[in-house]
């Protein structure tokens, strides 16, 4: 394999990933009014009767949006006190000509809330910097002096390997965001990392507060309470996942948090009953697509072997049919055909998560929808091959239409299908928008159609960006398989 071409390849995909994510940055933050995302906010439409508490709702969302700075009228003292001591929080004329002229210096456009008279400042971040921050922020990676805390000045910063009584062995940090750096544990794929994180914003309206990151990649559903063991050996049940133990401020931590964990890193998330999004579809599509080779591949290679006959004008017309029916139809059919029949769930929550039963249905159907596609090329691929000079000599030597369309023209069908294995795993998952919906099945497939419906912009990018990312990770996957299985195959600019 050509080491040049391969590192090539890689720039490549780095750029087409920042060309897709930023165009679909720019056309959401350009085209769609700011004002849309409170559109199905019904804490919005709660606050409608207390405009002061409307107005720094609005500026709290689109701050944590990217689309401005703020600063509530605490902040906007604090800030105007540096430079004039004799301000205050009163809204009295002197005091507007000293923020009037801060705010004009400082680039800050000064607003006033409508029932306090108090005021507030406000700053638009051009588009060019927002794209900027999103990049720039996209890659977290925790150190011994991440967390600056004021309260805590002997707070002591470093990387060790050691026995915690909570976690076992791991490598400790302190001052750092996250206690455990690296740790072991059960849960595939049994060595984790806190070190480097993925930050994609802060959903909002839908899952709002939470990360983008914890709602793609977090677990879901009902919390689960586990035996852990505490700083002091003693034990108790909890929900708290204690392998994400984060540092809080030593002025904000309660007593009962002091006396669990002993130190400032009290801040865990919870255990959840049911896997992440990603997890969940991911699971599904490459089933589906496994179902959907095991069923297409010798379906075509029968049909091919035995065109115009009979079992080739039978596969032909399901194929058409397939083709032909709206997916919903198809999928509402064999719905009701594996629930009478069988008695699987109508519903992906009927069993949850844990139950195999309910995935059955939503991948069958899904791998089936891609079926008719696979069955095509590969027929059309295999009958292009019954004229090739290798398939004259096969003949010649007396080998049956059986053994040359396995042995043979199989064999190089296999090189061409093996490479669109990872790409049809990605396209599954993005589009089982209609099996996820119609089974209510919690995965990330149908995200993408909820987050643009409900204004979600920071969720929409992200997923935008991670399909993109694994979508052009499995085209290089593909070419790398390609090249595994026939090594006559070179990954190079003049190939």
Known sequence: ???????????????????????????????????????????????????????????????????????????????????YKEVTAKPSKSNKLLYQKWTKANGWKLGVFPESGRYYATKDIPLLKRIWNFYANLIVIDHPWKVKDSSNPDLKRYLKIEKDPMAGWALVGSGTQYKYQIYFNSQFPFIHQNIIHINLGTSYPTFSGQSVTDVLFGGQGQTVTEEITLADGKTMRSSANIYTRQYKKSNSISSREKAMYHDNYVQTKPNYKDPSMIAISFKMGALAVVIA????????????????????????????????????????FFR??????????LSFPTYGAEDIKSYILPTFILGFLNVSSLVIWVRRYMIDQQSADYVKFAKSKGLTAKEISRRHIFKNAVIPIANGIPSSIILSIAGATITETIFAVPGMGKMLPDAIISHNNPLTVAIVFIFTVVGVLAVLLGDLLMVYLDPRIKLSGGD
């Open 293 to 332: 080779y095991l069923i297409g591949v010798p379906m075509a290679m029968l049909m091919a072997r035995l065109k115009g006959k009979l079992p080739d004008k039978m596969g032909i017309a399901l194929v058409t049919v397939m083709i032909s029916a709206p997916s919903l139809a198809f999928v509402y």
């Open 336 to 345: 009701y055909l594996g629930n009478t029949l069988f008695g699987l769930p």
């Open 1 to 83: 394999m050509n080491k040049r071409y391969l590192l090539f390849r890689i720039l490549r995909s780095v750029v087409s990933i920042f060309l897709v994510t930023t165009i679909t940055y720019v056309l959401i933050y350009t085209l769609v009014p700011r004002n849309t995302i409170f559109k199905d906010d019904s804490t919005y439409s709660k606050l409608k009767a207390y405009p002061d508490e409307l107005t720094n709702y609005e500026n709290i969302a689109f701050s944590r949006m990217g689309y401005m700075e703020y600063l509530d009228s605490r902040d906007l003292v604090k800030e105007v006190h540096k430079e």
